[in-house]
């Protein structure tokens, strides 16, 4: 049995979206872009979480910074702590510290980054251990900082391929505490043994839904926002007891984000105690925790 969490997420209205430079390979400044589109499509998104019941906060987007959609770049919020992102790229520096300020005014203790991290794009959390990319846009130093930080193991893991540049365009929680799903040619060799063994029950997600950045989707531990063309995904969560639930974000994948990019979690100091076993019998064996559950719903 799936339970969906109620969750707290924090949006940015696409007001000022454009690709006016190119950052990662899905970005073409020549390209055009429709912002009335991109507005239409994060709003069926915001409103799809108001449908399943979950709060949307809204932080006001700032003129000449068109990523600033992709809040899950933002910050790394956790136990109540906003752990800053500091951006890679001089274009999107700006907006960490909008984010902190916003975070700063709702109550969060910050954390302020000295190392390069670009928040939820590369940081992932479950309650066993906090899952974080490096090789494009994190610097390999800020995961000791995040240990640090939130009193968490980190596993480090090298991503190799440009077109996933953030870890979560490759890998994707989709319960609180073990169950994830990702593309393995993402990774390094040794990054996919240590997935292979932290998660062998795992959701691997074909090429395809990967090329269209399908995974880059997100979980209430029951419902999966995912893009429409993420079939075969789809069809896998369905399997593993999942509702996959597809929202179209085609004009944001111009900037290279999907449904999660836009979204950024906000967790609260007992957000551990809230997340809770996701299943009764996980709790009766250590060992077990270290299983899935794959009876579907
Ligand atoms: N254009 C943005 C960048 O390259 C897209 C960020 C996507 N966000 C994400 N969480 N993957 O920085």
């Not at 066993?128 to 390999?140: E, M």
């Not at 994830?180 to 395809?208: K, Q």
């Not at 399997?239 to 994948?253: H, K, M, N, W, Y």
Request: charged share 25%; proline share 7%.
């Amino acid at each position: 049995m799936r339970h969906a969490r109620q969750r707290r997420y924090l949006m940015c209205p696409p007001t000022y979206f454009t690709v006016s430079y190119e950052i990662n390979p899905w970005m073409h400044k020549d390209e055009p872009t429709d912002t009335a589109r991109a507005v239409a499509q994060w709003e069926n998104l915001r409103d799809t979480y108001l449908r399943l019941g979950h709060t949307v906060e809204l932080i006001d987007p700032l003129p000449g910074l068109p990523d600033m959609v992709y809040t899950a770049n933002g910050a790394t919020v956790v136990d109540g702590i906003a752990y800053t992102a500091k951006f890679r790229f001089p274009e999107r520096q700006p907006e960490s510290p909008a984010f902190e300020a916003w975070l700063a005014a709702d109550g969060f203790a910050i954390a302020q980054a000295e190392q390069v991290n670009e928040g939820e794009g590369d940081i992932l959390f479950t309650e066993r251990a906090i899952l974080a990319g490096t090789g494009f846009r994190t610097d390999h130093a800020a995961h000791l900082e995040l240990q640090e930080t939130f009193g968490r193991p980190v596993v480090s893991l090298h991503l190799v391929d440009p077109r996933f540049y953030h870890l979560d365009t490759a890998l994707a929680i989709l319960t609180d505490d073990h169950l994830i799903t990702y593309y393995p040619g993402a990774f390094s060799p040794g990054s996919r043994r240590i997935l292979e063994r932290l998660y062998p029950d795992a959701i691997i997600a074909e090429e395809a839904d990967a090329l269209h950045l399908g995974i880059n989707c997100v979980s209430d531990g029951l419902h999966v926002i995912h893009s429409p063309w993420a079939v075969g995904l789809a069809e896998q969560l369905r399997a593993r007891g999942f509702e996959p639930i597809a929202v179209d974000t085609s004009e944001l994948l111009k900037g290279g984000g999907g449904a999660k990019c836009c979204t950024l979690e906000l967790r609260e100091a007992a957000w551990s105690a809230a997340a809770g076993p996701e299943d009764e019998e996980d709790v009766a064996s250590p060992r077990s925790r270290w299983k899935t559950t794959t009876a579907p719903a």
